[in-house]
Every structure is written in C-alpha cells, then in structure tokens.
C-alpha cells in the first residue's frame, strides 16, 4: 500500500514545466496551469511573511479587519468561505496575539466587533509590503496591462 505524503504549505515547491515529456491534455487544461501558479504564488507568500506565524486566511482576515474596522466575525467569515466556528478560531488568534480586539458594538449589544490593535496595523502593513514586493517580483514577466487582465480574467473565472 502506497503511504501518501503530506506536504505542508511551507514546503510548496513551484512546478517546473520539466522540458522532454508530452504533457498531453495538461498544458491546455486551465487547471493545471492555476494551480502551478497558485503554487508559485504560495512559495511567493511564504517567503514574504516567513517567521511572522501567518497563514493566507490569518492574512486575509487582518486585512478585511483593518479595512473594515468594527466588522463583526461571522462576516470575515463568510468573506474566507469557512465556518462559524473557523471565524471565531481566527478572531481568538488574532486577539491572544494583540493583534485585534473585539469590542460591543454600540448598535447591537449582543453582537461583537472586530477592531485591529496599533500592532494589528503595523503588522498588516509591514506584511502588505513584503507580499506586494514579491508578487511584483514573482510576475516581472508581466507588462501591468497583461497583470490587470489577468487579475480581471481571474475574477471572471472565480465569479
């Protein structure tokens, strides 16, 4: 029996297009070509934020926090797609962190807010800079019409 290997997201290596074999059907399947840049993508985001503790979703929810200051956890949830529970796992991270705060909010007292904290915001700066520098550097092959329609292309797909 055949054991799988599980690679974590740090161990994400690009996918090389290895030049001699036919790729058959590959090369003109669109899922294959984005999930080799979706890898190349990772490797980019991993490099830009390695040692700070911050997955793509952590990232993602600092972001929309900082944003949207005041917005409730079942919101950032539903902007990453995942559940209840997982928007409240990610709330306490940031927070035992000192990274965001919840706070009553004055409408509503049953319901909650999320707020980032000074360190929040210096945080999702400083990584902000580091992962637009190297998705710039990761997509230098691209003139910034070609990045413009491909990120509307993208979002065309996604939609």
Excluded: C
Excluded at 93 to 98: I, K, L, P, Q
């Amino acid at each position: 029996m055949k054991r799988a290997i599980r690679r974590e997201p740090h161990a994400l290596l690009p996918i090389p297009h290895v030049e001699g074999p036919d790729y058959d059907a590959l090369d003109d399947l669109l899922g294959f070509s984005l999930r080799r840049a979706q890898i190349a993508m990772f490797v980019t985001f991993n490099e830009a934020t390695r040692g700070l503790d911050v997955t793509p979703a952590r990232f993602t929810a600092l972001l929309i926090v900082g944003a949207n200051p005041g917005i409730r956890q079942t919101v950032v949830g539903n902007v990453l797609g995942i559940a209840r529970s997982g928007a409240n796992a990610l709330a306490d991270w940031m927070e035992s962190r000192g990274l965001a705060e919840r706070r009553a909010d004055k409408r509503d007292a049953r319901a909650w807010g999320l707020y980032l904290t000074s360190r929040g915001l210096s945080l999702v700066e400083e990584m902000k800079r580091r992962i637009v520098e190297g998705e710039r550097k990761r997509s230098a092959s691209l003139t910034a019409g070609e990045r413009k329609e491909l990120l509307r292309l993208l979002r065309k797909l996604a939609g």
